[in-house]
């Protein structure tokens, strides 16, 4: 693997941070749908720039097999409604506990990768780590409740 890739995970994280705190601080001037809007369209933008710079054209061929339209279907939504409800949660809450909430996603990673894919490639480990996430989630939005109920 190329080194330089092997940090493209970290660097993600770095971005998603800083959407974070800029989304919070955002909502104070924007509507969501407005912010959407925008997002899409840099989105729109980037896709641009790889089929100039990266000479990546855009290809149709998915289309014509249903389980692979399906699975791109899938691939193109979930991360657009997982970026609606987490605007919403930051828009609601905070950065820090949006981002905080999210966390558990690897839980869910694992979840869907076994219930669609039948992926089994994890061990105690793993589900270790899933049990201690999840806690966390569960001692977060507890907390949260009782901090907005008190």
Known sequence: MNIVLAFFPIVAAMF??????FTEKAMQSINVASYIFLVALVELL??????????EPLTWDFMQNKIDFTI?????MS???GWLFTTYAIKNTSAVYAAMGEIS???FT???AFLFFGV????????LGGVLIMAGSFI????????KAG
């Open 16 to 21: 998603y941070g800083m959407a974070f705190i």
């Open 46 to 55: 980037l896709a641009l720039g790889l089929m100039k710079f990266k000479a």
């Open 72 to 76: 791109v279907l899938i691939a193109v």
């Open 79 to 81: 991360p657009a409604l």
């Open 105 to 107: 996603y690897p839980i």
């Open 110 to 112: 694992v979840l869907f």
């Open 120 to 127: 089994r490639n994890f061990d105690w480990t793993v589900f």
């Open 140 to 147: 977060l939005v507890y907390g949260q409740i009782h901090t």
